[in-house]
Protein backbone atom coordinates (compact mmCIF):
# COMPACT_ATOMS: atom_id res chain seq x y z
CA UNK A 1 0.00 0.00 0.00
CA UNK A 2 1.77 3.71 -1.08
CA UNK A 3 1.57 6.30 1.67
CA UNK A 4 2.11 8.82 -0.81
CA UNK A 5 -1.31 10.57 -1.65
CA UNK A 6 -2.09 10.69 2.39
CA UNK A 7 0.78 13.05 2.74
CA UNK A 8 -0.85 16.00 1.08
CA UNK A 9 -4.43 15.04 3.16
CA UNK A 10 -2.11 15.09 6.14
CA UNK A 11 -0.20 18.61 5.51
CA UNK A 12 -3.75 20.06 5.09
CA UNK A 13 -5.12 18.98 8.24
CA UNK A 14 -1.87 19.89 10.13
CA UNK A 15 -2.61 23.62 8.47
CA UNK A 16 -5.69 24.07 9.80
CA UNK A 17 -4.67 22.80 13.35
CA UNK A 18 -1.95 25.34 13.47
CA UNK A 19 -4.50 27.95 12.79
CA UNK A 20 -6.76 26.86 15.37
CA UNK A 21 -4.57 26.90 17.85
CA UNK A 22 -3.41 30.45 16.48
CA UNK A 23 -7.19 31.42 16.67
CA UNK A 24 -7.59 29.85 20.36
CA UNK A 25 -4.51 31.94 21.82
CA UNK A 26 -5.88 35.20 20.08
CA UNK A 27 -9.30 34.01 22.30
CA UNK A 28 -7.21 33.89 25.28
CA UNK A 29 -4.79 36.94 24.91
CA UNK A 30 -8.27 39.15 24.64
CA UNK A 31 -9.55 37.35 27.58
CA UNK A 32 -6.97 37.80 29.49
CA UNK A 33 -6.37 41.89 29.05
CA UNK A 34 -7.39 43.61 32.39
CA UNK A 35 -7.88 47.33 32.18
CA UNK A 36 -9.29 49.95 34.89
CA UNK A 37 -10.85 51.80 32.18
CA UNK A 38 -12.49 50.97 28.36
CA UNK A 39 -13.22 53.30 25.47
CA UNK A 40 -15.83 52.57 23.09
CA UNK A 41 -15.11 52.33 19.63
CA UNK A 42 -18.07 53.34 18.54
CA UNK A 43 -18.45 56.79 20.17
CA UNK A 44 -15.14 57.17 22.20
CA UNK A 45 -17.02 57.02 25.39
CA UNK A 46 -14.22 56.23 28.33
CA UNK A 47 -16.14 53.20 30.87
CA UNK A 48 -14.16 53.47 34.36
CA UNK A 49 -14.04 50.80 36.94
CA UNK A 50 -12.77 50.83 40.31
CA UNK A 51 -10.76 46.94 39.81
CA UNK A 52 -9.39 46.01 36.38
CA UNK A 53 -12.16 44.10 34.41
CA UNK A 54 -11.79 42.67 31.18
CA UNK A 55 -13.20 43.51 27.69
CA UNK A 56 -16.33 41.57 28.05
CA UNK A 57 -16.89 43.64 31.48
CA UNK A 58 -17.41 46.84 29.61
CA UNK A 59 -20.03 45.59 27.21
CA UNK A 60 -22.17 47.19 25.90
CA UNK A 61 -21.47 51.05 25.30
CA UNK A 62 -24.12 52.91 28.05
CA UNK A 63 -24.06 55.07 25.23
CA UNK A 64 -24.21 53.74 21.79
CA UNK A 65 -24.74 50.36 22.90
CA UNK A 66 -21.44 49.31 21.34
CA UNK A 67 -19.67 46.29 22.01
CA UNK A 68 -16.27 47.16 20.72
CA UNK A 69 -13.75 48.53 23.04
CA UNK A 70 -10.17 48.97 23.82
CA UNK A 71 -8.03 49.48 26.82
CA UNK A 72 -7.83 52.97 27.88
ZN1 LIG B 1 -20.21 53.94 22.56
Known amino acids: M ?6 PIRDVLETIRE ?3 YAISRLKSFEEVRSLGWQCEGCG ?28
Open 45 to 72: HVKKFTRKVSGETARPCPKCNGVSFRPA
Open 2 to 7: DEAPLK
Open 19 to 21: RVD
